[in-house]
């Protein structure tokens, strides 16, 4: 069983950066793709990053492009997200998330984690 612990969430101010983690255990070769959600209150959960383990293949949601940079180290089974130029809109709780498959955009994740939250105050 696949389990996702994030962590590093917290509060900053807007402009400033902040950087996720995903600790994943339990994951076998079939569990090749990661990524990141977020779902700020009121709305629906959406599509940030994601990235595939073997071959560091990634996408991005257009609203934080050039902004996120998401990686991944394989000797720690960790997966990153770093956050930069921080504004109000990016508040939510943060999931991480795994899938098998090749497929990278798509909201159909098999595994998540419990979330951390991210707050930007203006």
């Known amino acids: 069983q696949v389990q996702l612990v994030e962590s590093g969430g917290g509060l900053v101010q807007a402009g400033d950066s902040l950087r996720l983690s995903c600790a994943v255990s339990?994951?076998?070769?079939?569990?090749?793709?990661m990524g990141w959600f977020r779902q700020a209150v009121g709305k629906e959960r959406e599509f940030v990053t994601g990235?595939?383990?073997?071959?560091?293949?990634?996408a991005y949601a257009d609203s934080v492009k050039g902004r996120f940079t998401i990686s991944r180290d394989n000797a720690k089974n960790t997966v990153y997200l770093q956050m930069n130029s921080l504004n109000s809109e990016d508040t939510a709780v943060y999931y991480c998330?795994?899938?098998?498959?090749?497929?990278?955009?798509?909201?159909?994740?098999?595994?998540w984690g419990q979330g951390t939250q991210v707050t930007i105050s203006s």
């Open positions: 998330a795994a899938r098998s498959g090749n497929l990278i955009r798509t909201p159909n994740y098999d595994y």
């Open positions: 339990g994951r076998t070769s079939s569990e090749n793709i």
């Open positions: 990235i595939s383990w073997s071959a560091g293949r990634t």
